[in-house]
């Protein structure tokens, strides 16, 4: 069981908006930035969001992300093809000296 | 370019034990703080090991019950993680990541391409 809490799966069809929810708790998301990562099949995860809502150079603007207490949330505008893939925030946890990771959410372009 | 490449990974018996390694480049290793995270196949992250710049501070993931221990030689620019009292469930590819501080908090912003620990009778 993940310490941060994400919905299994998401789905959109091109060109739609899809929002993937991360719930945790007062002593990581809520005290902490969230990072989200992104994950195709046989590669290692790459961040996508951090800090909030900033973006690694390379990251298309169609990925934002936003913070809410202890909630946190991806979304993705104008799906693509590409967009395919798994995702997992991930945030310090200050009680446990460590990062937890949600469970991932697997996006699947219709 | 940052670039983590990690090695060591192999199929081992239960009870046994493995070295990890992780050899870092492209940025000045011993400025930076490290972790190892892993992924059992077809399943989530998990953070296991975290090691500050200079090697004198360690955090652990509650669940490893002591049986790991992670280690870095800045003048190789090498991190190393020893998995001891392998299980089964320590089959996972394992990541090498940096970590970045920033004013705001921290994150695993670089990642190797991981290596597949394997474990089984």
């Known amino acids: 069981q993940s310490v941060l809490i994400q919905p299994p799966s998401a789905s959109g069809t091109p060109g739609q908006k899809v929002t993937i929810s991360c719930s945790g708790s007062?002593?990581?998301?809520?005290?902490?930035?969230v990072t989200w990562y992104q994950q195709h099949p046989g590669a290692a995860p790459r961040p996508l969001i951090f800090n909030f809502n900033q973006r690694p150079s390379g990251v298309p603007e169609r990925f934002s992300g936003s913070k809410s207490d202890t909630s946190a949330s991806l979304a993705i505008s104008d799906l693509q093809s590409e967009d395919g893939a798994h995702y997992f925030c991930?945030?310090?946890?200050?009680?446990?000296?460590?990062?937890?990771f949600g469970g991932g959410t697997q996006v699947t372009v219709l | 370019d940052v670039h983590l490449e990690e090695s060591g990974g192999t199929s081992k018996q239960p009870g046994g034990s493995l070295r990890l390694s992780c050899e870092a480049s492209?940025?000045?290793?011993?400025?930076?703080?490290m972790n190892w995270v892993r992924q059992a196949p077809g399943k989530g992250l998990e953070w296991v090991a975290y090691?500050?710049?200079?090697?004198?501070?360690?955090y652990y993931a509650d669940s490893l019950e002591g049986r790991f221990i992670i280690s870095r030689d800045n003048a190789k620019n090498s991190l190393y993680l020893q998995i001891n009292r392998l299980r089964a469930n320590d089959t996972a590819v394992y990541y090498c990541?940096?970590?970045?501080?920033?004013?705001?908090?921290?994150?695993?912003?670089?990642w190797g391409q991981g290596t597949l620990v394997t474990v089984s009778s």
């Open positions: 007062g002593s990581n998301v809520g005290k902490n930035p």
């Open positions: 090691i500050n710049k200079n090697g004198e501070t360690t």
């Open positions: 492209g940025f000045t290793f011993s400025s930076f703080s």
């Open positions: 990541t940096r970590d970045l501080l920033l004013p705001t908090g921290r994150l695993c912003d670089s």
């Open positions: 991930a945030a310090w946890d200050d009680r446990l000296s460590g990062y937890v």
